[in-house]
């Protein structure tokens, strides 16, 4: 949490973070559903990440800043709309495991099928 922290701050240069970004644009382009205007910032996506915990909304498991690729606990940006671009007001932080599982479903229905217990009694 503290070098998110120092990120935000920015006493340290959030490379991981603008990496990811770009490759996000890049998905948007190719899907031709990029906004200039609506793109998430780096400073958004730093306040997400250290307002979240670095835990994944649905399942609640810790994520990793610094990650393999394709590691399933890495942090990733989940649409709320797959039909539009990462934009401010449609994403949530979530693991890799949990943004591919979620697919079309709603936030709230995966979120509610994640996060159920069930008590045998």
Same mark, same amino acid.
């Given at each position: 949490?503290?070098?998110?922290? +120092? ?35 780096? +400073?958004?996506?730093? +306040? ?19 990650? +393999? ?53």
């Amino acid at each position: 949490m503290n070098i998110l922290n +120092e990120m935000y701050l920015g006493n340290i240069k959030p490379t991981c973070v603008t990496k990811k970004l770009n490759g996000y644009k890049h998905q948007d382009i190719k899907q031709e559903i990029f906004s200039e205007y609506h793109f998430i910032t780096t +400073e958004l996506v730093l +306040e997400k990440l250290i307002v979240c915990k670095m835990k994944c909304l649905y399942c609640q498991q810790p994520m990793l800043l610094d990650y +393999e690729p394709n590691d399933k606990l890495q942090w990733t940006l989940d649409r709320i709309d797959n039909r539009m671009g990462h934009n401010k007001d449609n994403i949530v932080i979530s693991c890799l495991d949990c943004n591919l599982k979620r697919r079309n479903r709603t936030v709230e229905k995966f979120k509610f099928t994640k996060q159920l217990k069930i008590v045998k009694i």
